[in-house]
């Protein structure tokens, strides 16, 4: 699954629309050259319709938001929808401000995504107005674990159903989530959390492969997951003394230029339940 | 001839003015210092002409536009003008929208451009209003190849001579125009087009060379096309098992940090048509 | 001192907003996450105050300005004052234009900063409304060197004083006052220069440093600029042929990553006078 997934990406190399922060930009795109999709950048309200109609998936991140860049996620959003595009959000910070809750309100209420990834946090936001976190990263007390699984998995599958999606909740376990299937996923390595971007780097990924495996949306969002976490894993056995966040951060976009199906296959650790 | 150009650059070190994308600024900041010249940018129509007259170079670059920044582009291209500083036009991904070529449209009519730079399909768009291709990439179809050389130089030279430019046509096989003669640059690496970015690193590296040669600006181009280009293929050479696009970025700005005028004469491959 | 206040940072983990240019942002994300701090950053008017509100300090950035993001800067910096909140001034290139010394003034007029960085040709200009620079780099004849030392250190004093505030002028050597003493800091690597946004990367560490260490503001600053001065120096040793001003980069926030109290305090070579 995960390496045929792979390879569809790498055989299409879909164009991929990312609205996204100024922070991770330049991340999101080579990220996107890595993995053999082609990406594309544009925020004007003005061309964002034209941008998105000759892409293959569109991918939304809250990010640095402002006026102009919420109405260019709109305008965009409702094109790919009436194009049959993936459309893939990624509520960056949504608690840390009711701006964000507000925005992130209006974009799920107009557009229907493909995907939605954030950590456990951003995902309570999304579903309650409120959670432990008021920043970008996930609130020790919503914390996804192998205690709480059995709790967690159901809410996210109601949440599935209910927003008609996928769901990807990262953190130290992740989740891929459909209404009626749930990927335990165990890779990853807990360095990547001092690295800026890992979150929108996956998100990216995640519309990439969604873009190639249109008829598979769980299977190519959980081969996103799996691949970026294996690619951290990787990317950490390259570290030698004196390496920092930065050479990982590289390390890790670089193991996702060179994998291949059958190394993914053989690396990714998960379940399904 | 391209060691006096590029040592004159080193020499000189001209400050550059860039208006550019948010997703390679940082990149484009950096190429810039890698070749010794001083990076700013500013982009709010308040401030763009100033900035522009303490400079020795403008560039100007279409990616992620917006009407607030193209106003500036269209400030600080005029009052270059005024000035007689070198102004560099880089028109990303022009065929992706309308609202890139009405831009496009009228930078050309505003500015006269000392430069222009893109790849074969933004250009043709730029002649014609259209090309094949949507994106940033250019369309295979409208690829430079040994066997229509022939076609596309006189082609060019005809836009030179219409537009009263210099013209840089990257691809495998990059051209460099005035209405007279072009330079067929046989530099590169093919991997370079995993990198984002290099084509705005590449019109940046533009400016700076046309800024520090202005009375031959034609050679100053060819240096900056051979630069790029061998720079990419002494960075290839550094890669080892586990590297990929990221070191790759990295090490292709290293190689211009280091590159000298012996080295480059050593290294470019060109002919003159 | 330097080890304490390093390893109260590591300890307390601020989460520190940073309202900044959109050309190094990445850069000083990443900064942040090695020297342990949460990043955030947000920069429209409707989120600013609620963001800062949820942060442990703010770091305003005069790059790239615009009428959007210096309003947002007023919000968040009146905010973080009525919280006792650390804020941080890095007045990039405010010498370039008319429009970032008014932006500057205002900002200083409204908001209390905690500590202001920059070069002394900025601090120049923020002080008379003009320098010997026009770029974001300092002008030679404003340099601060042995020489001018016992005419510089007064006059910083002075400005302390009457802004009430931490003074970080940088340069080959460094200086960290307020009204009554300086820091000469002696660490650092020339070869910094040609590294993009070191400026903007110290501001945020100073930010990071301030938060975590209250009640000693001028010691937290004086440590954030050995840090960052020695971490140039880790890394240049780091250096290898062929690499150039991108590695080296990398190398200087990989040294911050893995920077102990005791390796700082034994690196630090400064004097108090």
């Known amino acids: 699954?995960?390496?045929?997934?792979?390879?569809n990406l790498e055989k299409i190399s879909p164009r991929i629309h990312s609205i996204t922060n100024y922070v991770t930009a330049n991340d999101v795109a080579n990220l996107l050259l890595a993995c053999k999709a082609k990406p594309i950048m544009a925020d004007a309200e003005q061309e964002v319709e034209e941008v998105t109609a000759v892409c293959s998936g569109l991918n939304l991140?809250?990010?640095?938001?402002?006026?102009?860049?919420v109405s260019a996620m709109l305008l965009a959003g409702k094109r790919a929808n009436q194009?049959?595009?993936?459309?893939?959000?990624d509520p960056v910070g949504v608690g840390g401000s009711v701006y964000r809750k507000q925005?992130?309100?209006?974009l799920m209420q107009e557009i229907s995504f493909t995907a939605i990834r954030g950590n456990i946090s951003e995902i309570k936001t999304l579903a309650f107005g409120n959670s432990n976190s008021y920043g970008v990263d996930a609130a020790v007390a919503d914390a996804v674990t192998k205690e709480n699984l059995e709790q967690v998995i159901p809410f996210l599958k109601v949440l599935c159903s209910r927003w008609n999606t996928v769901l990807v909740a990262s953190g130290e376990i992740d989740l891929v989530c459909d209404g009626k299937q749930c990927f335990v996923i165990y890779n990853g390595n807990s360095a990547m959390q001092y690295v800026t971007g890992t979150g929108c780097?996956?998100?990216?990924?995640?519309t990439a492969l969604m873009a190639?495996?249109?008829?598979?949306?769980?299977?190519?969002?959980?081969?996103?997951?799996c691949l970026m976490g294996y690619a951290g894993e990787v990317a950490w056995k390259h570290m030698k003394a004196g390496d920092g966040n930065i050479t990982y951060r590289g390390r890790i976009i670089d193991a996702i230029f060179n994998m291949t199906g059958?190394?993914?296959?053989?690396?990714?650790?998960?379940e399904l339940r």
């Open 61 to 69: 991140n809250l990010g640095t938001p402002n006026d102009q860049k």
């Open 262 to 270: 059958e190394m993914l296959e053989e690396g990714a650790r998960f």
């Open 212 to 225: 190639a495996n249109p008829y598979t949306p769980l299977q190519a969002a959980a081969t996103a997951v």
């Open 83 to 89: 194009l049959g595009l993936p459309v893939v959000f």
């Open 201 to 206: 780097q996956l998100s990216a990924l995640l």
């Open 1 to 7: 699954m995960l390496k045929e997934c792979l390879e």
């Open 103 to 106: 925005a992130a309100a209006k």
